[in-house]
């Protein structure tokens, strides 16, 4: 069964720090996404990344947020200079099609900013 | 923008016993999906409905979509330890492929 993979699958970080959350997709798949889950709130779309590029980003997404897919199978989210509010599970996601097709997760990254 | 809300928040049920989870979207399905969810964990698709009047089962798992494309439930029968979990709905949104979700339905089966 093909699966998205993410790490780490917990990361520890000082505020003002950059972190780099990984991902690897599903190979064929041509649709990235991140989401981040705040403990005991809903699933919040960060990010969707088609052709090489952004195709939308949410309001959180703001300048110390980016995204890339520098080799063709990673696609990373990092984090310039966390806050504490940043503290959250981070999900990286894959789609074969934009939509009306299963979104395959990953099991998640949880960031703790200290 | 489109809001998909859920009830009942939690729920605990004895095992064996049935039980509902409905999600309800403030516009138009075009695609609608459920993820099971273990606390801490990824996100675990179970099914996915674009067809108004849609049914689709799996195991003891059954999710509808209404006519109108704008309520969808998901019905366990028989409940079991196993099926303990957050349930999510979601949505797509947009030509981007991105999914909104609800605030998710924690489910406690006991023994």
């Known amino acids: 069964e093909p699966e998205v993979t993410q790490t780490p699958s917990h990361q520890v970080t000082q505020m003002g720090q950059e972190v780099i959350l990984r991902c690897v997709p599903i190979s064929n798949h041509l649709y990235f996404y991140w989401y981040r889950q705040i403990l005991g709130q809903k699933v919040e779309f960060l990010v969707s990344f088609y052709n090489n590029e952004i195709s939308e980003k949410s309001e959180i997404f703001d300048d110390q947020f980016s995204v890339e897919r520098p080799d063709g199978s990673n696609f990373t989210l990092k984090i310039r200079s966390t806050k504490l509010e940043d503290s959250a599970m981070y999900f990286c996601?894959?789609?074969?099609?934009?939509?009306?097709?299963?979104?395959?997760f990953g099991q998640g990254t949880r960031l703790t900013v200290v | 923008s489109q809001e998909l809300e859920q009830s009942p928040q939690s729920l605990i049920v004895q095992e064996g016993k049935n039980l509902t989870i409905n999600c309800t979207s403030s516009?138009?399905?075009?695609?609608l999906y459920w993820y099971k969810q273990k606390y801490g964990e990824g996100l675990i698709f179970l099914m996915m409905?674009?067809?108004?009047?849609e049914e689709k089962s799996h195991e003891k798992i059954t999710a509808k979509l209404d006519e109108k494309k704008q309520q969808s439930s998901l019905h366990i029968t028989a409940s079991q330890p196993s099926h303990a979990g957050i349930y999510l709905c979601?949505?797509?949104?947009?030509?981007?492929?991105?999914?909104?979700f609800g605030q998710g339905t924690t489910l406690q089966v006991k023994p």
């Open positions: 996601a894959s789609r074969g099609t934009g939509f009306l097709t299963e979104a395959f």
């Open positions: 979601g949505a797509d949104q947009g030509n981007t492929g991105k999914l909104i």
């Open positions: 409905l674009q067809k108004g009047g």
């Open positions: 516009k138009t399905l075009y695609g």
